[in-house]
């Protein structure tokens, strides 16, 4: 399907009289997460122009601040999609391990939190969100046929005025777009089973609306968010926006476009990398053409590392490391898993091309934007839990130490791991029911793990017999957070 919501013509006619520039005070925020993009795969994060080129990410990067020590707080992308509009680590709910499972609903985020685009409109702002959800929708234990009933609650019952969605994975089985509450342009409701998708020959549901084509999910997507951003800074020029855009790539089935195919160096996997930069790139056109990219904070990271699949596999085998030199990948405890690329453009305020080596995790984009919109922090029990601010680092203020001392990761199985500064100390036990019914038969399985990340940033050498007491502190420490109920709190003294 060609959904080109913003065809050149229709672009600038629209647009012809728009020389607006927002004067508000509070600036604009895209908030731009990639797929299942590994530390690796940019060039301003290491990767070699002979396999791909990140044009519109490094230039991000040169404008702004890339931080160098950066996690997502699961290994896979819901819970990071969660921890980002709650400030809060999806295991604290219902989501104790893997993903939304069934993917189209229940939804995940408790009707109870305050929410990132809730607080936001509470200053005023209008909000959207554009691209990949899988957080569910309605209350039903399973969405079976998403024509049947709208699909609320969901985005727009958490803050957002605007929803146009993949509702999960980009081959997955509904293959529809879904706007607000229902899908995209149905003419009819009911499912026609049809074909065979990427998820073990799965049939598609068959739903009578268009169908979306893997290969233009990207374009479309990216169309989707220069819409909003054009039209909200048209018809509300006065309120400051916020778009969470979640391109689709670089998640399985690798997809690049027609045009971006045979691009790269390393085939077909660079060749969606650089969709997804492309993708990047037609953001900050459209803040540009609008007036307002000056006006407006642009934080682009991924919601997890990159994944070891065939396309991958090609690409590391003509010397691409999608995460880098780190062990491990996607659904992993290791760093591979966690650790992503993380830059940050704000004009006139961040300075041009800062590095910054300060412990952050996406989980922490809450707490930090109620600081530069609000002027402070909400208390841990209001909102965003486990979020903490890294304002400071933004501003330049780098003698102000970071909150920040302790961050907890937890990978597809449910294992959990704790960073300590430099220490990182993996509990070992699983709550996946396969793989804990397997520990409990055989508790050698249970196997903790200690790790110096500045000494071993590659996690080779597992030096817990010989700092138990730092083992023994770091387990401590992780009760004591799993049982505040906050992250911020449990670092109280």
């Keep these: 399907m060609n959904y080109q919501i913003c065809k050149l013509s229709l672009f600038l006619i629209l647009f012809a009289s728009l020389g607006l520039s927002a004067a508000q005070e509070s600036p604009n925020i895209v908030i731009i997460l990639a797929d299942d993009l590994g530390y690796g795969s940019a060039n301003c994060y290491g990767a070699d122009i002979r396999h791909i080129r990140t044009p519109n990410i490094d230039r991000l990067a040169a404008d702004g601040i890339k931080f160098l020590d950066a996690y997502t707080p699961g290994s896979v992308c819901t819970p990071t999609r969660y921890a980002l509009l709650t400030g809060r680590y999806a295991w604290r709910g219902r989501l104790k391990y893997g993903v939304l499972n069934p993917p189209e609903g229940p939804l995940l985020i408790e009707p109870e939190l ?126 400051p926006f916020f778009l969470y855009f979640a391109p689709v790539a670089v998640h399985h089935p690798i997809s690049p476009s027609d045009k971006f195919r045979g691009t790269s160096g390393v085939g077909p996997y660079g060749d969606f990398i650089h969709d997804l930069d ?100 909400l208390d841990a029990k209001t909102a965003a839990a486990d979020s903490f601010s890294f304002c400071s680092e933004l501003l330049g203020k780098t003698s102000e130490k970071s909150n920040r001392e302790t961050m907890v990761l937890n990978d597809v199985t449910g294992v959990v791991a704790i960073r300590m500064k430099e220490w990182k100390y993996i509990e070992g036990k699983a709550e996946r029911p396969a793989d804990k019914a397997r520990q409990e038969k055989n508790p050698n399985l249970v196997k903790p793990e200690l790790y110096n990340l500045k000494r071993d940033p590659v996690e080779a050498d597992n030096v817990i017999e010989e700092f138990p007491e730092i083992a023994q502190k770091m387990q401590e420490t992780l009760d004591r957070i799993r049982l505040q109920g906050s992250e911020r709190m449990a670092g109280k003294k």
Excluded at 158 to 182: C, M, R, T
Excluded at 286 to 304: H, K, Q
Excluded at 310 to 318: G, S, V
């Design 114 to 239: 305050l929410t990132l685009p809730e607080y936001l409109k509470q200053h005023g702002y209008v909000t959207a969100h554009v691209g990949k959800w899988h957080l569910g929708y309605t209350n039903l234990p399973n969405v079976e046929d998403l024509s049947a009933q709208p699909l609320e609650p969901g985005p727009r019952s958490l803050g957002f005025d605007y929803h146009f969605a993949v509702p999960n994975q980009i081959d997955w089985l509904p293959k529809v777009y879904v706007e607000n509450e229902s899908i995209w342009d149905l003419r009819s409701k009911g499912k026609h089973p049809y074909g065979k998708s990427f998820y073990k020959g799965q049939p598609y549901h068959g739903y009578d609306a268009p169908q979306r084509v893997a290969k233009d999910v990207t374009q479309d997507l990216s169309d989707a968010a220069r819409r909003w951003i054009l039209k909200t800074v048209k018809e509300k020029p006065e309120k």
């Design 278 to 377: 492309h993708s990047v790139g037609e953001i900050m056109d459209a803040l540009a053409y609008a007036g307002v990219l000056e006006d407006t904070i642009v934080i682009f990271t991924s919601d997890n590392g990159g994944d070891f699949c065939p396309e991958e596999q090609q690409a590391r085998d003509k010397g691409f490391k999608n995460n880098g030199d780190l062990r491990g990948d996607k659904h992993t405890i290791w760093e591979g898993g966690f650790k992503v690329t993380f830059v940050v453009r704000w004009p006139k305020t961040i300075k041009k091309g800062r590095q910054s080596d300060r412990m952050i995790n996406l989980v922490d984009i809450y707490a930090t934007l109620q600081e530069i919109v609000g002027g402070k922090v």
